[in-house]
């Protein structure tokens, strides 16, 4: 398996921890391979957890070293299965913590110590005035870069500084805790808005049954808002037919009315339907998304075509700050033993059978998050309060 | 050295960019506001200001193709007003601005250095890429491109009537890119056979859409109708307060249609040059702040007049 040792972790001084550790990281990368693991939702916390363990047991004498074997195990993780990006997101938002708050205790040293050079005086003014837009700045660099003053590296800091006024093993595991708990609670943030979103006597189309999200949403809207609506369900077959029809059921059982319809009818009753509201793997910088469904994208082309609104539902932690520059890359096919049964190899015919899809910007209108509802234009806004720049790629090494 | 008295900023300006190649128009801008502030040696803020205001003005009058310089000139005024507001700093900024000249230089140069790493993912093996106008981005790109060993295919339009397809043409043959020379009218035709489209900007504005080489326009048209990526290529110096709302809502020096009796033969086809590029029709914009949708450009304005 996983033999690829951690050269950062060698010269720990407590060796025990370490390898209990390691054992935890290398079962979980084997469950990621093995696909025993799915849903985006139970891999960011379990992630989650891991990363809480292994900052635990790891020791190091400076800050970029935390950081450094941070991004390894990320690395690691998002190497183990390269489309689920639920493990790399979580990880790159703790690290927009922990950067956050090194920058906090930069600024703080340089402000204590000797601020009467006029350079630092001036970096120091330039760096308070964006203070309280620091944890929001989007990007790197602004346009102004260009005329800017010649930086102090702060790469200096990073290193030279091995002793430090906070604690930084605390503000990581907080930053753990917080997270887990923004991630427990998304679907009461999401429903919150949706109820507003659903009028009564609508048509509802969803072609992605699996998502717990937009179950949740539906059943809400109909026990709290006690609104009277029809959902239309797409089979989903061969991948998603059993869970549309336990979904189906679900919503049934709570006095909704709902009907399961064929993958093929889907443009025939189209223009019939209100609102097209869709569950997300991931979602892109560009406002682009995985969906965990195939066919997802052919329904929300279809509602594009009848100008019918696309929702799709989304927590903050399947914000993904890549960019899908090659989607084939991202879009994951199974086994074809599902659309056919094996047959003699002789027989030459090819079945594919995908099961995610991508839904590109401009075939979504809104985006229901956690925190409210976004234009996907508007996605990469949202992705930069969360996360770094420099964090984007794991791999390779840090500028 | 110029004296106080015959210092002329159009000069100076197009001085800057006859002698390096490299230099792209906001810069040249920058270079010389910074000399016209050496030479003047302004004393007061006031001072400043307007003589800032006033080089601008003249700079931007003189020159006929000035969306791009102007960016430079508001970028650099900016900079220059945030100093004197914010910090009362007035003279430290100047004396960086002065002995920093070349710095800018080379930092726009690293822009494009830093652009061909962001955009390289956007280049894969096999592509067919459309390039219309000769960009300074752009050819980074793809020189990047090819030094990684991507094998990639481009089709250069000749963006007439200038000759910048032509010698878009040459600089890639001479990489070893292997390209092919269209007339302009054929886009339509080869618009099917191409992966994505990839053009330079001489400005960019507030709305995210794009002041370039004419013909920009009706490339993306036709690859926005074939369902192509259409992707810019730009430094962000290049971002201008600008929001044109049609093709045609541009600071020209003439009419965009002249229908009056012309005899000379060479004024025949000095029609507008540029033509602005609707945000529309552009997939996304890869700069040196990373690759932005066209809405993130009015951010990045904002974030830098109004913070």
């Keep these: ?399 | 050295m110029p004296t106080t008295d015959d210092f002329d900023i159009t000069e100076t300006y197009l001085k800057f960019l006859e002698e390096d190649s490299e230099m792209t128009m906001p810069i040249a801008a920058i270079e010389a506001l910074v000399t016209l502030v050496r030479v003047k040696n302004p004393t007061t803020a006031a001072e400043v200001i307007n003589l800032i205001k006033s080089g601008a003005e003249v700079l931007v009058k003189s020159i006929p193709n000035s969306v791009s310089l102007r960016a430079g000139c508001d970028i650099f005024m900016r900079f220059v007003l945030r100093n004197l507001h914010l910090y009362g700093d007035w003279e430290s900024t100047k004396q960086h601005l002065i002995e920093n000249g070349q710095l800018f230089v080379s930092r726009a140069k690293l822009s494009r250095e830093k652009i061909a790493e962001i955009g390289i993912d956007f280049v894969s093996d096999d592509d067919i890429i459309l390039v219309h106008g000769y960009s300074r981005a752009v050819a980074s790109l793809l020189t990047h491109a090819a030094n990684r060993f991507i094998r990639f295919r481009c089709i250069v339009t000749e963006a007439r009537p200038t000759s910048q397809g032509k010698q878009f043409y040459e600089f890639l043959q001479e990489k070893g890119i292997p390209v092919t020379l269209i007339v302009d009218s054929a886009v339509g035709l080869i618009i099917d056979k191409v992966n994505k489209v990839f053009v330079g900007a001489e400005g960019v504005a507030e709305s995210g859409g794009i002041i370039n080489r004419v013909g920009t326009y009706s490339v993306s048209v036709l690859a926005h109708n074939a369902k192509k990526p259409f992707y810019v290529v730009t430094e962000s110096h290049k971002f201008v307060r600008m929001f044109p709302l049609a093709a045609d809502d541009l600071p020209m020096d003439r009419k965009i249609l002249d229908f009056s009796r012309i005899d000379s033969e060479a004024s025949l086809l000095s029609g507008p040059t540029i033509d602005y590029t609707a945000q529309e029709y552009i997939t996304a914009l890869i700069t040196d702040l990373g690759v932005l949708t066209p809405s993130a450009v009015s951010e990045e304005l904002i974030k830098m007049w109004y913070d």
């Excluded at chain 1, 029809?230 to 189906?248: I, S």
């Excluded at chain 1, 100008?307 to 890549?322: I, Q, W």
């Design chain 1, 1 to 399: 398996m996983s033999s690829q040792s951690m050269p950062s972790l060698v010269h720990n001084n407590n060796p025990h921890a370490v390898t209990e550790i390691e054992v935890s990281i290398d079962s979980f990368i084997a469950k990621l391979k093995r696909r025993q693991i799915s849903g985006s939702y139970i891999i960011a916390l379990e992630t989650l957890q891991l990363l809480k363990r292994f900052i635990s047991a790891v020791r190091w004498s400076n800050v970029n070293e935390l950081i450094a074997q941070i991004r390894e195990l990320g690395n690691r993780l998002e190497k183990a299965n390269p489309t689920a990006f639920g493990c790399g997101n979580v990880i790159k938002r703790i690290l927009a913590v922990l950067r956050d708050e090194i920058e906090e205790d930069m600024r703080e040293s340089i402000n204590a110590g000797s601020s009467t050079s006029a350079s630092a005086a001036n970096l120091n003014d330039r760096n308070s005035t964006i203070g309280n837009a620091t944890q929001a700045e989007p990007l790197i660099a602004s346009m102004f870069n260009l005329l800017q003053k010649p930086e102090q590296n702060s790469q200096d800091f990073y290193e030279s500084k091995s002793k430090t006024k906070t604690d930084f093993r605390q503000v990581v595991i907080q930053a753990i805790k917080d997270l887990i708990d923004e991630i427990k609670n998304i679907d009461d943030g999401i429903q919150q808005i949706a109820i507003d979103l659903i009028h009564d006597h609508e048509i509802l189309l969803t072609p992605t049954p699996e998502s717990k999200t937009v179950l949740k949403f539906l059943i809400r809207a109909r026990e709290r808002a006690n609104r009277t609506f029809t959902v239309l369900v797409t089979e989903g077959f061969p991948n998603n037919t059993q869970n549309a029809h336990d979904f189906a059921k679900k919503l049934a059982q709570h006095d909704i009315e709902t009907i399961i319809i064929p993958d093929s009818a889907v443009f025939a009753l189209m223009s019939r339907v209100g609102k097209v509201i869709i569950g997300t793997k991931t979602v892109f910088i560009n406002g682009g998304s995985i969906v965990s469904s195939a066919g997802v994208s052919s329904v929300c082309e279809c509602a594009r075509e009848f100008k019918t609104p696309v929702f799709a539902v989304a927590g903050l932690y399947k914000l993904s700050p890549l960019y899908p520059f090659n989607v084939e890359k991202f879009v994951e096919f199974g086994g074809s033993q599902h659309i056919l049964p094996r047959m003699d190899p002789r027989n030459r015919l090819d079945t594919i059978n995908k099961i995610t899809d991508y839904v590109p910007p401009e075939n979504i209108d809104i985006y229901i998050t956690n925190i409210g509802g976004f234009a996907p234009s508007f996605i990469y806004r949202i992705a930069w309060d969360n996360y770094k720049q420099i964090d984007v790629h794991l791999d390779g090494k840090q500028k």
